[in-house]
């Protein structure tokens, strides 16, 4: 890619095949864009000259490459990253397992380098926002740790402050540091909510995580809380009951981000819908549950929807791409079909409207952040790319990113990362898991 030697959050980017996901705009096969101060400041479609002013910006020549925003995540549980290949029939041990036995042995510098490394990770795999749903914090020291580790990465983030696993149901979480978490960071790039525990009234008979069950007493005190300090919330429903008891409860609202939902039908939908209620769907776990993500449900009744990783045992990390084909995969279980356009949609804008900062990115558009990747064209993988956008969610893989830019600071640039030492941060990371199963055993 050719470049001026000193790229600063100024300049202007030529040439390029642009997918903004603003409708106004649309997909040009050739156009420019400048950025200012790290934000989108104008684009020019087709051969349109840049206004003088931006004429003199340094410039980024696009040529072979497709601009898109930087991929949103909706729910990742990014302390658990060193278990990418560590489950399974070499292990013996389940998701469930794990959390109760190994989550209480990190310390606060364990769950810095997990979260570090995956947040690094995430940003070489063009994920530019990521929604850590943090349900290892045992301490304030621990959320302290993970918060800094997303800042000291550069990743735009999502931090939702959650339990621990030896939290009684009868022990109310420590909602008191989540609020003052989100009050102490000084960080533009990170937006809090609330991770809460799991209310199986409709389902008592819920075999999974009965360790995270509360009574629903205290789970309301618990929301009343955050929703008096103006914190958003999210929890996970997986347990079997339908959609009206949580409205019921007091649930739903815009400020709650459900977590899975995949029991639900139509009239589910529609409740939540009524309430405004956004949602995330991961579908590594849905595949693993064999359940079909009712995603024409969801979006025919008007629902926000995202896509997720959740845990790194079952999507293996943060691969959009791969997240694209898995859901794919399963709608066509399900005899449903999934356009392209409605693929990235998922993993751009819509997961940006999932978590409340569509007016910051999600698309390439005049006033945003400028958080977008570059994909080159002309790999093994993506050549010919006909059809970008078909490409993107059909044919493209991580190592087809040249480059990743949050708030126009470039992070990764010829396809490496900048200003990391991957070895150290690896070599950490697996001195760490080494020492923590020995602990654990």
Same mark, same amino acid.
């Given at each position: 890619?050719?470049?001026?030697? $000193?790229?600063? #959050?100024?300049?202007?980017?030529?040439?390029?095949? *642009?997918?903004?996901?603003?409708?106004?705009? @649309?997909?040009?096969?050739?156009?420019?864009?400048? !950025?200012?101060?790290?934000?989108?400041?104008?684009?020019?479609?087709?051969?349109?000259?840049? &206004?003088?002013?931006?004429?003199?910006?340094?410039?980024?020549? @696009?040529?072979?490459?497709?601009?898109?925003?930087?991929?949103?995540?909706?729910?990742?549980?990014?302390?658990?990253?060193?278990?990418?290949?560590?489950?399974? %029939?070499?292990?013996? *041990?389940?998701?469930e397992i794990l959390c109760k036995k190994m989550g209480p042995l990190f310390t606060p510098?364990?769950?810095?380098?997990?979260?570090?490394?995956?947040?690094?990770?995430?940003?070489?795999?063009?994920?530019?926002?990521?929604?850590?749903?943090?349900?290892?914090?045992p301490s304030p020291e621990h959320a302290d740790a993970e918060l800094q580790a997303m800042?000291?990465?550069?990743?735009? @983030?999502?931090?939702?402050?959650?339990?621990?696993?030896?939290?009684?149901?009868?022990?109310?979480?420590? !909602?008191?540091?989540?609020?003052?978490?989100?009050?102490?960071?000084?960080?533009?790039?990170?937006?809090?909510?609330?991770?809460?525990?799991?209310?199986?009234?409709?389902?008592?008979?819920?075999?999974?995580?009965?360790?995270?069950? !509360?009574?629903?007493?205290?789970?309301?005190?618990?929301?009343?809380?955050?929703?008096?300090?103006?914190?958003?919330?999210?929890?996970?429903?997986?347990?079997?009951?339908?959609?009206? =008891?949580?409205?019921?409860?007091?649930?739903?609202?815009?400020?709650?981000?459900?977590?899975?939902?995949?029991?639900?039908?139509?009239? &589910?939908?529609?409740?939540?819908?009524?309430?405004?209620?956004?949602?995330?769907?991961?579908?590594?776990?849905?595949?693993?549950?064999?359940?079909?993500?009712?995603? +024409?449900?969801? $979006?025919?009744?008007?629902?926000?929807?995202?896509?997720?990783?959740?845990? =790194?045992?079952?999507?293996?990390?943060?691969?959009?791409?791969?997240?694209? %084909?898995?859901?794919?995969?399963?709608?066509?279980?399900?005899?449903?079909?999934?356009? &392209?356009?409605?693929?990235?949609?998922?993993?751009?804008?819509?997961?940006?409207?999932?978590?409340?900062?569509?007016?910051?990115?999600? %698309?390439?558009?005049?006033?945003?952040?400028?958080?977008?990747?570059?994909? #080159?064209? /002309?790999?093994?993988?993506?050549?010919?790319?006909?059809?970008?956008?078909?490409? *993107?969610?059909?044919?493209?893989?991580?190592? /087809?990113?040249?480059?990743? =830019?949050?708030?126009?600071?470039?992070?990764?640039?010829?396809? #490496?990362?900048?200003?990391?030492? %991957?070895?150290?941060? +690896?070599?950490? *990371?697996?001195?760490?898991?080494?020492?923590?199963?020995?602990?654990?055993?």
């Amino acid at each position: 890619m050719k470049t001026t030697d $000193q790229i600063t #959050k100024n300049f202007i980017l030529t040439n390029i095949r *642009l997918i903004s996901m603003d409708q106004d705009v @649309g997909y040009l096969d050739k156009a420019s864009f400048s !950025v200012r101060e790290g934000v989108i400041s104008k684009i020019y479609k087709e051969d349109e000259i840049p &206004d003088k002013l931006d004429s003199d910006l340094p410039k980024i020549d @696009g040529k072979g490459y497709i601009a898109m925003p930087g991929f949103v995540d909706t729910h990742t549980h990014l302390w658990n990253s060193p278990w990418k290949s560590f489950l399974g %029939t070499a292990s013996g *041990l389940n998701y469930e397992i794990l959390c109760k036995k190994m989550g209480p042995l990190f310390t606060p510098e364990d769950s810095y380098s997990a979260v570090h490394a995956a947040s690094l990770e995430a940003l070489s795999a063009g994920v530019t926002t990521i929604n850590n749903w943090a349900h290892n914090l045992p301490s304030p020291e621990h959320a302290d740790a993970e918060l800094q580790a997303m800042e000291d990465a550069g990743i735009r @983030g999502h931090f939702t402050y959650g339990y621990h696993y030896e939290l009684s149901p009868e022990e109310p979480m420590n !909602v008191a540091d989540a609020i003052r978490l989100r009050d102490s960071s000084a960080s533009k790039r990170i937006t809090f909510r609330l991770g809460l525990r799991n209310d199986v009234t409709p389902d008592p008979n819920f075999p999974f995580f009965k360790f995270l069950n !509360v009574a629903p007493a205290l789970l309301k005190q618990e929301i009343a809380m955050a929703r008096e300090a103006g914190l958003p919330i999210s929890m996970h429903v997986l347990n079997e009951g339908k959609a009206d =008891y949580y409205a019921k409860a007091g649930y739903l609202s815009s400020d709650n981000l459900i977590i899975h939902g995949y029991h639900w039908d139509d009239a &589910d939908w529609q409740v939540l819908a009524d309430h405004n209620t956004p949602v995330s769907f991961s579908p590594s776990t849905a595949n693993g549950m064999r359940r079909i993500i009712p995603l +024409t449900s969801a $979006q025919r009744s008007g629902v926000q929807c995202g896509l997720s990783f959740d845990n =790194y045992a079952g999507s293996g990390g943060p691969n959009m791409f791969k997240m694209m %084909t898995v859901a794919r995969i399963n709608q066509q279980l399900g005899k449903k079909k999934i356009s &392209d356009y409605n693929l990235l949609s998922l993993v751009t804008k819509n997961g940006a409207g999932v978590l409340g900062i569509s007016d910051e990115v999600g %698309t390439i558009t005049p006033g945003k952040q400028a958080d977008f990747i570059l994909v #080159k064209t /002309d790999s093994l993988a993506m050549a010919p790319a006909k059809d970008s956008v078909r490409a *993107l969610t059909n044919t493209a893989n991580p190592g /087809d990113i040249d480059s990743v =830019y949050v708030d126009g600071t470039p992070v990764k640039r010829n396809g #490496k990362m900048l200003r990391i030492h %991957t070895a150290e941060i +690896t070599n950490d *990371l697996n001195s760490r898991f080494e020492r923590l199963i020995r602990l654990m055993n």
